[in-house]
């Protein structure tokens, strides 16, 4: 008698402790693709800080009048540089100052002829965009991943799991309310 | 989230679409080769003998197409592979929507032509290519050039590129051996039939009515196939537009491509019959006027543009601008 009260007890237990490696790997899968997400993202912020001082150093001799516009744009540069180490929501808020700036540069740009004739500063300008671009569609996904991410630690049964092995929750990158407004139409 | 539905709906009702289209051409075949086969022999194994050769031509067709379609279509339209160092921005856009509709990268080709258009084929997202004309890069701005590749990428991940190669190739596959059929049955359906005619007046008939099914099959097969290219055809364009929408959010892109194809006067020399289905707008001008017609692989650019309109609640086109669109 005893040794089947035994033999269910550890029965139970056996099972109870395949569920918790389940749920284990199921909670690091999720992790990861947070992570490989991010990095998408990540690639894309610090090619954007590698472009911007080659534009800026490319484009002052052209811009004698807009010394303040550019000293902007720097700054918010080193302010993304330095938030880069403070994790995703503090990152996306520099992030998002950096390209409302750069987006002032490119519009004073505009004024300057002789710099659409420059094949650098064109290069230069388009790679930016598209950095610009990945970022606000690698953001979608990262999102996304976040979001699943964040709800499976959050219930059950995945959440008792969460709380012993100490899985914390992700910050989402949120995006630029700028981006998000409604386009201009224009046709002809 | 009800763009979402669609887009999964599109691809599993494309994936049942091209199953359903390999079984009929194949079934269609099969039919007009025992017709033929008999009528010409006036002996039903004879007949047998026929249906095979025509199902096993077809499945030589459909397997081609499916794995060297794309190639036979890029060849054919004199496209050359891109490269990130020749064109930076053309690839930069193509990435940049490849994140948005979480596929693999294509490979990208240029066509040397100032006519502004565009293509993809391939016979699923990891096996797909894009092309587009030297036209479509001068002509277009950044935005609408990325109009362009979100509707081809929407193709893509729609699997519309899979289905449109094989019904390519199909349509032309029926309408080659219809005309062979026919021209067999023409030329040996008297000899054979009459000296066979004498062993029995029943048999006799049964053959008259096979080469009149045959020749009527043979007739009739390349027209329907067509119509259905045409029909699915025209749907897909609307839903890619509506795809590439939802991978920029940004209509206005779109529009401005629409509106700049619409009104250019450049003919696309190598586009031809069988390739026109793939292409962004129709290649072949004197369009619009059949548009509205069953043959027209594409809706009107004035609809597809308001259907675009609408999604941003613009006006839709006024009768001048309509106009304007309707002269080039």
Redo the contacts between chains.
Sequence with gaps: MEFIILLVILGVVVLLALVVVALYNGLVQRRLRVDEAWSQIDVQLKRRHDLIPNLVSAVRGYMEYEQETLQNVTQARADAVAAGAQGPADQARAENALSETLRSLFAVMENYPDLKANQNVLSLQEELTTTENQISFSRQHYNATVRDYNTAIATVPAVFVAGMFGFGKRDFFEADPAAQEVPEVRLR | MATRTTFFQQQSSNRRRSLLLLVSVGLILGVLGFAAGFGTTGDPFGGLWFTGGAVILAALLASGSYFAGDRVVLAASQAKPVTEASH??LM??V???T??A?VPMPRVYIIEDSAPNAFATGRDPEHASIAVTTGLLDKLD?EELQGVIAHELGHVRNYDIRFMLLIGVLVGGVALLADMFLRYTFWFGGHRGGRRGGSGGGGGILQLVMIVLAVVLAIVAPIAARLVQMSVSRQREYLADATAVELT????GL??AL?KIGTDREVLEVANRATQHLYFTNPIKKFEERASSVWATHPALADRIDRL?EL?S?PPLDEGERATLARH
């Design positions: 930076p921005q930069n856009v990435r940049e929507m994140l948005a979480n950044r959010r940004n209509p206005a529009e401005g509106w309109r941003h613009a």
